[in-house]
């Protein structure tokens, strides 16, 4: 998921603009009238500043940096982050999405090594690993996410690892690849729904997404999505998003409240109350989810390590 630190949400800058296409929804809230329960503590301490220095030193990037998340402090100072590999330039333009857009840079196949080195330095029980979009690439990536798992075992056995890949485009193969590697979670995105989708994210498909993760689960994956709220979907739409994951018996489910990253982007539609996030938890763990996390500032890879059976 894409999202903006609190104490960046009224920047207007951004790297590249993601024009949106859509208005206003007639409960648009401005950012500057954030809810109450909207509070982050930004602090570094050592083990954040050990997370920074790391990544800095072999050259690698954080989702958690790329798109703004407002945990970014919490999850650092606890020694957890969120790997984003194959650069930084993403090939698909989402109306909600901070990372930039545009032309790649040519695959780093160094990369893999220098991951695994981190995670070695850095001690970690459970890795999460995602990346761009790269639609440019016969296979979208998943050899680079393939070699990654496998040279992050290599240094790390007792590792786990999630991976939060993109739809590959419906790539069978690419799939196949990633899942040979055997990850303890198979994560992708729904991001959000149905009707939204083609407005929302154009590059995307909505069944295209639901059917990866059939064929993720099929191939003995346990499988986690997330989706986003506050882009416009009724509660109803996303109660429908939630039994079509189970319907393929998405296993882990994460859902969060989006927040606009810059003015460019796709404004807040509603900002949910944290009783209803709670009461789509319920109602998600009732549908089969072995695990639910439902909160405003719920990112994908939040709270992580505790979805993982050892």
Same mark, same amino acid.
């Given at each position: 998921m894409s999202f903006v630190p609190l104490d960046q949400l009224r920047s207007s800058s951004a790297t590249t603009p993601h024009p949106s296409p859509l208005t206003p929804h007639s409960s648009s809230i401005s950012s500057s009238r954030l809810p109450a329960w909207f509070k982050v503590t930004a602090k570094t301490g050592p083990d954040y500043l050990d997370i920074k220095q790391t990544m800095e030193r072999l050259k690698l990037h954080t989702i958690c940096e790329e798109a703004r998340c407002p945990n970014r402090w919490e999850c650092w100072n606890a020694r957890t982050a969120t790997f984003l590999i194959l650069g930084d330039i993403c090939t698909r333009r989402c109306h909600y999405c901070s990372v930039e857009t545009g032309r790649p840079n040519a695959v780093d196949h160094d990369e893999p090594p220098r991951v695994a080195e981190?995670?070695?330095? &850095? /001690? &970690?029980r459970h890795a999460v690993i995602t990346s761009v979009n790269r639609d440019e690439l016969p296979d979208g990536g998943a050899s680079v996410f393939a070699e990654t798992i496998r040279q992050t075992r290599r240094l790390n056995s007792t590792c786990t690892i999630e991976v939060l890949i993109p739809d590959f485009e419906g790539n069978e193969k690419a799939l196949a690849a990633v899942c040979a590697e055997k990850p303890e979670i198979l994560n992708h995105n729904i991001e959000t729904v149905k009707r939204l989708f083609p407005s929302i994210r154009p590059q995307g498909k909505y069944q295209r997404s639901i059917d990866l993760l059939a064929r993720a689960k099929l191939q003995g994956m346990t499988t986690k999505s997330? &989706?986003?709220? /506050?882009? /416009?979907?009724?509660?109803a739409e996303a109660r429908e998003v939630m039994r079509d994951l189970r319907a393929v018996n998405c296993d882990i489910m994460t859902v969060g409240q989006y927040l606009q990253p810059t003015r460019e982007h796709l404004p807040v539609a509603k900002f949910y109350d944290p009783s209803e996030f709670a009461l789509l938890k319920e109602e998600g763990l009732a549908m089969g989810f072995s695990h639910v996390e439902s909160g405003p500032l719920v990112r994908s890879s939040y709270h992580a390590e505790q979805q993982v059976s050892r």
């Open positions: 981190a995670i070695q330095a &850095l /001690g &970690l997330g &989706l986003i709220l /506050g882009m /416009g979907e009724t509660i």
